[in-house]
């Protein structure tokens, strides 16, 4: 695995310098983080309004940048009067069809609705498109990305700034969770949005080095992805990894569920990976902060972990709200 033996820093200074380096790197590889002014949230409408049992959900656009809109839903308890609500980016799966109404229960796949279901708990849930899936399909190279993954963490960014504007939801610490898609995606936003103060990866990740299928244009390297993760000749090459950018998380709370029967990410991989990040962790005397669950079901997200996940999020945002 990729850096897998680095040493262990022996001090948070050195570790400091250590994590630019990582977010150098994988900047490299994803394209710079944008610089664009985020003094004001962005600019957004409502284009339609559903009450559901618990909760509203609303189906929104949101300018991310400049001439492209996000589609989005918020979901609202009815209850969203006070400015304490806690608000939870909710990142979709892979799906090609439906995209973001997977997470809010609108694709027929009932274990993928995690942010109708937060929203039920107490939450305030904003589920933005992932580029270049179903109908979100922006211009990435029009508009300057070199990856749809960075166009999908600056989406993110903008959609919690969006969120912290809202009257009823408190500043300062959000959660953010995904499954597979989601579940990398989830870990990249918080790697470049500290405000993310509690993360959950579900089925998303192993080590790049694992990955099966390194065909050119395939794989990580899609435009969707990191296409310049090809340039790098063999996965050895690529200058950071998943255990670079977990520990970059610390002392975040983090939760990775990597389940057994996953035939997509590899489960000890994925022990490997936050076996290593944990080091960071406890160097930041917060080891405890990073878990790791290895379900007996394959690669998907049901009822029972989706309940364990979501008591964590709830668990590690109460403390840092006190």
Not at 119 to 142: C, E, H, K
Not at 235 to 253: G, K, N, Q, V
Not at 257 to 276: G, L, Y
Request: proline share 7%; aromatic share 10%.
């Amino acid at each position: 695995m990729n850096h897998i033996t680095d040493p262990v820093p022996a001090s948070l200074e050195h570790w400091s310098s250590l994590r630019d380096r990582i977010l150098e790197s994988a900047q490299q590889v994803m394209g710079s983080f944008p610089v664009s002014d985020r003094s004001s949230p962005p600019t957004w409408s409502v284009v339609e309004e559903t009450e559901c049992e618990s909760h509203v959900r609303q189906s929104i656009t949101y300018e991310a940048d400049e001439d492209c809109e996000t589609t989005a839903f918020i979901c609202r308890p009815h209850s969203s009067t006070s400015a304490s609500m806690r608000g939870i980016l909710c990142l979709h799966p892979t799906n090609h069809e439906h995209g973001y109404r997977d997470v809010v229960g609108l694709s027929g796949r009932p274990d993928r609705n995690y942010a109708s279901e937060l929203a039920d708990l107490g939450f305030v849930t904003i589920s933005p498109s992932y580029p270049q899936m179903a109908a979100y399909q922006p211009d990435l190279r029009g508009l300057g990305y070199h990856s749809g993954t960075m166009k999908a963490i600056w989406d993110n960014v903008r959609a919690l700034d969006l969120l912290e504007s809202l009257p009823f939801v408190g500043d300062g610490a959000f959660g953010a969770i995904g499954h597979s898609l989601g579940g990398h995606n989830s870990v990249y936003t918080a790697v470049f949005d500290p405000r993310i103060q509690a993360i959950v990866s579900n089925c998303g990740l192993d080590s790049f080095v694992d990955y099966p299928n390194w065909t050119a244009g395939e794989g990580w390297s899609q435009e969707r992805y990191m296409p310049r993760i090809g340039d790098y000749g063999s996965p050895e090459a690529i200058p950071f990894d998943f255990h670079d950018l977990i520990a970059s998380l610390a002392p975040r709370a983090c939760l990775v569920s990597a389940p057994i029967d996953d035939t997509n990410f590899k489960w000890k991989i994925a022990a490997e990976v936050v076996r290593a990040a944990r080091n960071i962790y406890s160097l930041h005397g917060a080891a405890d902060r990073l878990q790791i669950i290895h379900p007996a079901c394959p690669h998907d997200f049901p009822p029972d972990v989706r309940r364990l996940c979501y008591e964590f999020i709830g668990t590690s945002l109460e403390s840092v709200a006190t």
